[in-house]
């Protein structure tokens, strides 16, 4: 099972960006899907998440200006990051809860990390 996120860059603020994080290898099922940052000298943090059935929960930080949804055909799940602020900098993480095929239980898988640098 490989996660690949794709779309982050340079941006300023009050731009936009859209991350996509594709999901692919020996997939029955995805649960939870989401992203998380982690800024330099900080800790992971969460920024998003969205269920199998749609449900969002955001990040107080993030609220109203980040969107998160997810492609179940296509196993993806997306961020589109409005009103990007300095602060939003940080390498963005997507993750999702798996179950594979012949497995009885879900576990958690990271993608690789896309860096996400908003100048002020």
């Known amino acids: 099972v490989q996660l690949q996120a794709s779309g982050g860059g340079l941006v300023e603020a009050g731009g936009s960006l859209r991350l996509s994080c594709a999901v692919s290898g020996s997939v029955r099922s995805i649960n939870d899907m989401g992203w998380y940052r982690q800024a330099p000298g900080k800790q992971r943090e969460l920024v998003a998440t969205?269920?199998?059935?749609?449900?969002?929960n955001y990040a107080d930080s993030v609220k109203g200006r980040f969107s998160i949804s997810r492609d179940n055909a296509k196993n993806t799940v997306y961020l589109q990051m409005n009103s990007l602020k300095p602060e939003d900098t940080a390498v963005y993480y997507c993750n999702a809860e798996i179950t594979r095929w012949g497995a009885i239980w879900a576990h958690g898988y990271w993608g690789q990390g896309t860096q996400v640098t908003v100048s002020s």
């Open positions: 969205i269920t199998s059935g749609g449900s969002q």
